[in-house]
């Protein structure tokens, strides 16, 4: 009888022997054949659930998949440590950031060796460690001297929720992408890097990345947003004072019948009239406290106030008026838009909401159009009309070009390239974050401080909650540096995407005390070969990682543009929320009656979400481990679904892979003996019966099968296809009565080695185990991955399925050719199972080519 498969003690045996053996810890002078990969390290703000593993579960399989391929792999694990996730998770903890912060870290490497998942663990960073945090100051002192980083008074988004500056790209549909709580628009002085310097390359160099998905980079070419077009100056009537404003389409300047500007213009104050200036401050100030997303939302209602001023269109010299309206934002173009009612669909809705006239100068060919009876803008190409010297020429590029060249002429116009992307803010007035390596003097102005002196380190103080720096004095009272008066240090903390921009970098020497990291190795090893994370990162850190290569090229420290050369981004795992009507969400562990709140009975709501703290749906892995094991969440996490799509957690789907894993340990310990016994031999030199050819042949295809399928991230195939291979090795035995002296001993001693070969690195703790248990010493990932024989791969003999009305009767095997012949295949269909038919009359005989004919019989 087959010894019981004791998950447990199997997987505590096998959890410290890959790091023991130093099987993750690569030799980067002497490796070869070398492959970095990397998963997107994690914010330490609270416990895993199974939703997390994913990310680290496939980094894992890969990274055993690649060893046994031959690379000498470096993975690497560290810790996003700064910044609100964390700050705002110990607030909500009373505690202490730092002590919050490592607490969970101890609990984020106990799961990490739960799971089996293994790195070079003496790489391991953490962000908040100021030996780390010293070189985000180094580099910061550096992006200073080279102008990259510098301070300015600016409109800046406020959360009033975390009580801090949030860069545009950290604002999701007006609200703080951390808390939710609606945005702010505030004045204040703020550090920025100005990764607008890099904004044509970066754009550029999107096509460079063919590895990275086509969602991730058409989410930069957005977010970056080059428009080539015009600016053009209007003169102000009245005053000496021009309007400079960006515009696309510079051909429909002859249609602009009004200018905007943004509540935020340095103009509106000067041009606004005396009758007007009260309306026009109150709805100013009011436009100036909403968030960009929000002031842009197509479905906001269009407002406005005229400034009682008047520009002077350069092209017919008309007086149009000058309105004021949120939907123009002075950080986009120049903040003052040409109105262009007939042909622009914000325009259009605000002439008619403000009863402004309508000039029609692209008229649609073969069409006219009434702007008295137009209920829709016309934003396409025709044909110019009212155009002066323009009228019949074509609406185009061509023509758009023939304008600019006339504005350039007369003087009052060029052409010009702006981009939507904006300089990065970093700073944040929070305690837990980096501290800004700069120095106020009086006298001598911004001073960094000396590069021996860092790291500046945070003061050790009791926790202040939601303030910040500022409220330390012991910390930022001190001497210049320079002429040693009294001055004060900064106060503002560097946005954790500064920490997180560069840290793939410092993978490759994480102990050197005498630079950021070691350049020679770093261009040996880098760009990361292949980089794996969730797809909310598309923006934020992966735009930010590949600014700061660019700027650190520059600067001589590595050689190459761009960090990540193949990118893949994982989707979400989700699991059933409950919410009630009065508690909001309600633990789904203490959800036992279907339908009922278990605090007030009262009916509650189902949702499939993101697993998450907040919605009290996370499932944790211990809970899934004591049961079930690891091998079975590991399985299940890579079997579940498409792994770049989100997918549900579900309990039928755990029990499923536990059953399968049951059935591979069930055949390796019932016929152990007949692998440990029979010779390894060149399958292709012995002879083979027909029912050995299929099983050579599926065994074949399935390696190749499950190869493909670790190169393009297909692990769910992968999964299934190493489960039809375990089906076919039941059904070879079965088809020899478990009669081991009928089988095929080298044949089916190869079908199992290459079966627990393709699972090891998904389940590799059950792989390891049963390795042994047929006769093997040396550690699975010593051992290469298996490799398919082409020849056996064409198919001399095709099973082909016998059914009688559906159901399966019989099997016959023909020639590959014979298996595409309809007529032979129902002939030969027909007189072998001619008994079983009964006399019954047959209705019709469906056919599908090399796979099978149903006969239909009444």
């Not at 100013?284 to 209602?301: G, H």
């Not at 562990?589 to 949702?607: F, I, N, Q, R, S």
């Not at 012995?686 to 399935?702: F, P």
Request: contains cysteine; negative net charge; aromatic residues 12%.
């Amino acid at each position: 009888m087959a010894q019981r498969y004791d998950f447990e003690k199997i997987e505590n045996h096998w959890r410290d022997f890959w790091h023991e053996q130093g099987f993750f810890k690569p030799d980067l002078n002497r490796a070869k054949n070398k492959f970095y990969y990397l998963n997107m390290f994690p914010y330490p703000s609270g416990a895993m659930h199974v939703g997390h593993g994913r990310n680290y579960l496939i980094g894992d399989a890969v990274a055993r998949y690649l060893m046994m391929k031959g690379y000498d792999v470096l993975t690497a694990m560290g810790y996003d440590a700064f910044g609100l996730p964390a700050e705002n998770a110990a607030i909500d903890n009373k505690t202490h950031p730092a002590e919050w912060t490592y607490a969970n870290i101890n609990t984020f490497r106990k799961q990490f060796h739960q799971w089996g998942v293994v790195y070079d663990w003496d790489r391991e960073l953490t962000t908040c460690d100021p030996e780390y945090y010293r070189w985000n100051q180094w580099l910061f002192i550096q992006f200073f001297k080279k102008k990259l980083a510098y301070r300015k008074a600016a409109l800046v988004n406020w959360c009033p929720g975390c009580e801090t500056v949030l860069a545009n790209e950290q604002v999701v549909d007006g609200a703080c992408e951390r808390c939710g709580s609606e945005v702010q628009r505030r004045d204040l002085t703020q550090w920025f890097f100005r990764i607008t310097r890099y904004a044509e390359e970066l754009l550029a160099d999107i096509d460079l990345l063919t590895e990275w998905p086509e969602r991730v980079r058409t989410m930069q070419r957005n977010w970056i947003g080059k428009s080539e077009g015009a600016l053009t100056r209007f003169a102000v009537d009245g005053f000496e004072k021009t309007l400079e404003v960006f515009s696309t389409r510079p051909d429909t300047i002859y249609g602009a019948t009004f200018v905007v500007l943004a509540p935020e213009h340095p103009l509106v104050d000067v041009i606004t009239s005396s009758r007007q200036k009260k309306q026009v401050q109150t709805y100013a100030e009011a436009a100036v406290n909403e968030s960009d997303i929000k002031r842009q939302r197509t479905d906001r209602k269009k407002t406005g106030v005229f400034t009682g001023a008047y520009a002077i269109n350069p092209v017919t010299e008309e007086k149009i008026p000058i309105w004021v309206a949120d939907y123009v934002l002075m950080g986009y173009g120049t903040g003052a838009i040409m109105g262009v009612p007939a042909h622009d669909d914000r325009d259009f809705e605000f002439a008619r909401a403000n009863d402004l006239s309508i000039v029609v100068v692209i008229q649609p060919k073969g069409g006219t159009l009434d702007p008295e009876t137009m209920s829709e803008p016309y934003p396409h190409d025709g044909v110019m009309i009212h155009s002066g010297p323009f009228n019949g020429l074509p609406a185009g590029l061509e023509t758009i070009q023939k304008f600019i060249d006339h504005f350039e002429e007369k003087g009052f116009g060029e052409k010009q390239v702006t981009y939507r992307l904006r300089d990065w803010l970093i700073s944040r007035q929070r305690y837990w974050g980096t501290p800004i390596p700069m120095i106020h003097c009086e006298k001598c102005g911004i001073v960094p401080v000396p590069e021996d002196q860092l790291p500046v380190k945070l003061p050790d103080v009791e926790f202040l909650g939601k303030k910040g720096l500022a409220e330390i004095p012991s910390f930022y009272n001190l001497d210049c540096p320079k002429c040693g008066g009294q001055a004060k240090r900064d106060t503002d903390t560097m946005d954790t995407f500064v920490d997180s921009s560069w840290y793939y970098l410092r993978y490759i020497s994480p102990k050197d005390d005498q630079k950021i990291f070691d350049s020679k190795q770093v261009n040996r090893w880098l760009p990361v070969d292949q980089y794996v994370g969730g797809i909310e990162h598309a923006i934020l850190h992966l735009l930010y990682s590949r600014f700061v290569t660019k700027a650190l090229r520059d600067m001589g420290l590595v050689s190459f543009s761009e960090p990540f050369k193949r990118m893949f981004t994982q989707g979400m795992i989700t699991h059933r929320a409950y919410r009630c009507p009065s508690h909001s969400w309600v633990d789904i562990k203490l959800v036992k009656e279907e339908g009922k709140c278990p605090k007030c009975g009262k009916p509650l709501t189902t949702e499939i979400v993101k697993m998450s703290k907040s919605k009290k749906n996370g499932i944790p892995p211990d809970e899934v481990i004591r049961e079930y094991g690891t091998d079975s969440e590991r399985l299940y996490t890579l079997f579940m679904g498409p792994p770049e799509r989100e997918i549900e957690w579900t309990s039928e789907g755990i029990r499923g892979a536990y059953r399968y894993i049951n059935r591979l340990w069930a055949i390796v310990q019932d016929y152990q003996d007949i692998v440990r016994d029979a010779p390894s031999v060149d399958i292709s030199s012995i002879e083979l019966s027909t029912r050995d050819r299929q099983l050579w042949q599926i065994l074949n295809q399935k390696i190749q099968a499950v190869t493909d399928d670790f190169e393009e991230f297909h692990f769910n195939t992968a999964v299934s296809n190493i489960m039809e291979l375990t089906n076919e090795l039941y059904d070879y035995v079965a088809a020899h009565d478990g009669d081991r002296e009928k089988m095929n001993g080298p044949l089916f001693k190869r079908g199992i080695e290459s079966l627990i070969l393709l699972v090891s690195p998904m389940t590799p703790f059950i792989a390891e185990e049963v390795w042994r248990v047929i006769g093997h010493e040396e550690p699975i990932l010593k051992q290469r991955w298996p490799h398919f024989d082409p020849a056996a791969l064409q198919v001399s003999e095709r099973e082909i399925i016998i059914q009688i009305n559906g159901k399966v009767r019989d099997r016959m095997m023909v020639s590959a050719q014979e298996s595409e012949d309809r007529e032979f295949l129902e002939t030969k269909a027909l007189a072998q199972v001619q008994e079983r038919l009964n006399g019954q009359q047959v209705q019709k005989v469906i056919i599908v080519p090399g796979k099978l004919v149903n006969i239909v019989v009444k």
